[in-house]
T-cell receptor, first 109, second 116 residues
């Protein structure tokens, strides 16, 4: 069945460092891809999405490009802030939403 | 703000008791989903409604779990005879109509259940 694999955490970075969180997927057909962010004690917030190959989703300085040839949707940000500390989930929707296990990011001042 | 709301936010119950959670989706959204999330994991799908019809149920949804959406608006998730393994965050999500089965879903804040 469809699945998402994302890089294990935790990831610890200094403020203003470059962030990459890897995400690869397995799916038949053409799923939509998403990144969600979860702050402590809260539900998931949609961060960005891409619905077809080569689409780039972006929001709040975060970006991810839908790469069908490598079945990947890596999350990047050029300069992280302390407020970006959270758990990030990669997900696909191919008529059923499937999530990765999440990657915890801690940004230190 | 008219996002997805869930009630209660936290529930502590003793093993064997019944609990019920409520979810109010975004008002124009006709699709509603329930997920369970355990510590260190992503959400796992439990069940899905389109309007008032429950269209899909996961094998995770044992006979002790039941969900309803009687008028196609809010939904309830009931767990009967709770077990310690039911302790988790229960998340509700909704998505808009329009035939996009692969659309994004909008999540509520969750109900954290602790079974003692």
């Amino acid at each position: 069945g469809d699945s998402v694999t994302q890089m294990e955490g935790p990831v610890t970075l200094s403020e203003e460092a470059f962030l990459t969180i890897n995400c690869t997927y397995t799916a038949t057909g053409y799923p939509s891809l998403f990144w969600y962010v979860q702050y402590p004690g809260e539900g998931l917030q949609l961060l960005l999405k891409a619905t077809k190959a080569d689409d780039k989703g972006s929001n709040k300085g975060f970006e991810a490009t839908y790469r069908k040839e490598t079945t990947s949707f890596h999350l990047e940000k050029g300069s992280v802030q302390v407020s970006d500390s959270a758990v990030y989930f990669c997900a696909l929707n191919n008529n059923d939403m499937r999530f990765g296990a999440g990657t915890r990011l801690t940004v230190k001042p | 703000d008219t996002g997805v709301s869930q009630d209660p936010r936290h529930k502590i119950t003793k093993r064997g008791q019944n609990v019920t959670f409520r979810c109010d989706p975004i008002s124009e959204h006709n699709r509603l989903y329930w997920y369970r999330q355990t510590l260190g994991q992503g959400p796992e799908f439990l069940t899905y409604f389109q309007n008032e019809a429950q269209l899909e149920k996961s094998r995770l949804l044992s006979d002790r779990f039941s969900a309803e959406r009687p008028k196609g608006s809010f939904s309830t998730l009931e767990i009967q005879r709770t077990e310690q393994g039911d302790s988790a965050m229960y998340l509700c999500a909704s998505s808009p109509p329009g035939g996009q089965a692969r659309a994004e879903q909008y999540f509520g804040p969750g109900t954290r259940l602790t079974v003692t």
